[in-house]
């Protein structure tokens, strides 16, 4: 299984990105979970977003909602992650990842053992 991250760039707060994760081997809706994280310079990795198998539930940390949307293309096999109203601290690398954690360990990255190379996200006050 391979995951493409892509879509990242340098933005200013207020504004919107699209990030995209190819992935290859194996269709995503196969997988429990599938979603993103990112991590900032000095901080550990955390979830932002995650979308349960067949779509069965949409899950977001706190401080995204709102803002940021996560949706897959089937016919593509891809993921994405629509992020508006971006936020100097929503500043990161970000990563896909697709795996089969049990619900309650959805947020935990130590579940998910297929992820991206993570595209960085800057956004400037």
């Known amino acids: 299984v391979q995951l493409q991250a892509s879509g990242g760039g340098l933005v200013q707060a207020g504004g919107y990105l699209r990030l995209s994760c190819a992935a290859s081997?194996?269709?995503?809706?196969?997988?429990?979970?599938y979603g993103w994280f990112r991590q900032a310079p000095g901080k550990e990795r955390e979830f932002v977003a995650v979308m349960r198998h067949s779509g069965a539930g949409l899950y977001y940390t706190d401080s995204v909602k709102g803002r940021f949307t996560i949706s897959r293309d089937n016919a593509k096999n891809t993921l994405y992650l629509e992020m508006t109203s971006l936020k100097p601290e929503d500043s990161a690398v970000y990563y896909c990842?697709?795996?089969?954690?049990?619900?309650?360990?959805?947020?935990?990255?130590?579940?998910?053992?297929?992820w991206g190379q993570g595209t960085l996200v800057t956004v400037s006050s």
């Open positions: 990842a697709a795996g089969d954690p049990i619900l309650s360990q959805i947020s935990a990255s130590e579940g998910y053992p297929y």
């Open positions: 081997g194996r269709t995503l809706r196969t997988f429990r979970s």
